[in-house]
């Protein structure tokens, strides 16, 4: 996929070429006019140092969609004198690449070197991947990959260590308006539009500056008898699908905002993260599961209901579908948001398996095991047994961990919601236990 400005080098707007596309006419002649990418291109920024002191390495590009990934590519080439070289792991093959590799290695020997792009650089396989290596390695190229999916997942260990990630950021509003200037400097005319129109305009494109660009070439081609408002904006364009995919990287940091804004009681920012996910199309269920989830790992005991609310909510769905199911989910989302956190059982839950995966295959005293044969009595099994019913308070103390093994307290509740009751419930019957077995 092609990325901001990135195209062939600038033709007439007359003649057989037929007219440039608006954003192919800004697209930026220097790194310092590159939009967006500060973090990167500005005075401290890493990529600006690294040309500056001529230590530029191969590089992944990982950042969402019209950005400018291949522009600073493309700029990079012509800062550094390397023969600019772009293909896409989606239409490229071995055969192509062996090519590719070639002509670098030619130019290599004439004294030029190769700055090859490589566009989607996360949809080449392993054995891909590794065929990059050798020429990596021995400066037949320098890579640039650039790619919208979290390179850690996406890319093999090799190449990681062979080439730096740098993150590129959506771009922001500012930097939205900013690019709305040029084009406006460049179609020598004013966007008809309200100021709210304008930041209606911005929003549409998600942070996409390609995808603004197309909109404000569609805009300036109207020419109503007033500035347009965003309510007849809106009737004249879409917006832009917001960027998510269900078994991407999106996902997965949607599902965690989601999660961490329960886990921190903010019920507005929950409801905001969960209706993000649903406006990209989750499966309302995948959101029932993990609220369950919710419930059980960062409310446990503090606020039982919570399961049984989830599940409730669950169910409701499942009978009545969407839209009107995912009410259901969204009550449920507050309602954890608000309830009293604890991961108290949780904590104590991986602490249990951890000592029993430690003792190994310690059994029980033989005073809690059942005797139903005079050999299994013979052995000690159910001698010395303390029916707890049978103490005037129901409880008798005894050891039931294994013989041998101290006594462990994985469970340590915390003084919130319901949990605060059974903290005095333990504390109880701690000090009976201590009574029993002091006397």
């Avoid at 070439?217 to 007033?226: C, L, N, S």
């Avoid at 839209?323 to 009550?331: K, M, N």
């Avoid at 409880?395 to 059974?422: I, K």
Wanted: charged share 25%; glycine share 10%.
């Amino acid at each position: 996929m092609a990325d901001l400005f990135d195209s062939a080098p600038p033709a007439d707007t007359d003649g057989a070429a037929g007219p440039r596309p608006l954003a192919d006419r800004l697209r930026p002649r220097a790194l310092a006019q590159v939009i967006g990418q500060g973090h990167l291109l500005g005075p401290d920024g890493s990529l600006r140092a690294m040309l500056d002191a001529g230590s530029l390495g191969s590089l992944v590009f990982w950042g969402p969609p019209g950005v400018g990934k291949t522009t600073i590519a493309r700029l990079l080439a012509q800062e550094t004198d390397l023969v600019f070289v772009q293909i896409s792991a989606i239409f490229t093959g071995v055969p192509e690449l062996r090519k590719v590799f070639e002509a670098a290695k030619m130019r290599r020997a004439n004294g030029a070197g190769t700055l090859l792009f490589v566009d989607e650089i996360h949809r080449f396989n392993k054995a891909q991947q590794d065929g990059f290596l050798p020429h990596m390695e021995d400066g037949t190229i320098l890579l640039v990959g650039a790619t919208t999916e979290n390179p850690s997942f996406e890319l093999n260990a090799a190449m990681l260590s062979r080439a730096q990630v740098l993150v590129l950021e959506r771009l922001g509003d500012d930097d939205l308006e900013l690019l709305i200037a040029r084009a406006e400097a460049e179609l020598g005319r004013t966007l008809p539009l309200t100021d709210a129109a304008r930041a209606s305009l911005r929003e549409m494109a998600d942070g996409d500056g390609r995808a603004l660009l197309n909109l404000v070439e569609q805009v300036a081609g109207w020419t109503p008898d007033a500035p347009l408002d965003p309510k007849a904006l809106g009737q004249r364009l879409s917006r832009r699908a917001a960027q998510y995919d269900k078994s991407g990287d999106a996902h997965y940091n949607l599902i965690s905002a989601l999660h961490k804004s329960v886990r921190g009681s903010d019920p507005d920012a929950a409801l905001y993260w969960f209706a993000r996910m649903l406006e990209g199309g989750e499966d309302p269920r995948f959101l029932a599961r993990r609220l369950t989830r919710m419930a059980v790992e960062d409310i446990g005991l503090a606020d039982p209901q919570a399961q049984a609310f989830c599940v409730d909510a669950w169910e409701t769905y499942e009978r009545l579908g969407s839209p009107e199911g995912e009410l259901a989910l969204a009550q449920a989302v507050i309602y954890l948001a608000l309830a009293p956190k604890s991961n108290a059982g949780y904590v104590a839950y991986k602490a249990a398996r951890k000592a029993a995966a430690k003792t190994g295959s310690e059994p029980p005293p033989k005073h809690i095991l059942n005797a139903p044969t005079g050999l299994m009595k013979d052995q000690g099994y159910g001698a010395g047994y303390a029916y707890d019913h049978d103490a005037e308070d129901g409880f008798s103390g005894q050891d039931y961990f294994p013989e041998g093994m101290a006594r462990d307290a994985f469970y340590q509740p915390v003084e919130r919601g319901f949990e605060r009751d059974l903290g005095k419930r333990l504390a109880y019957f701690a000090k009976l236990r201590a009574n029993r077995q002091g006397g």
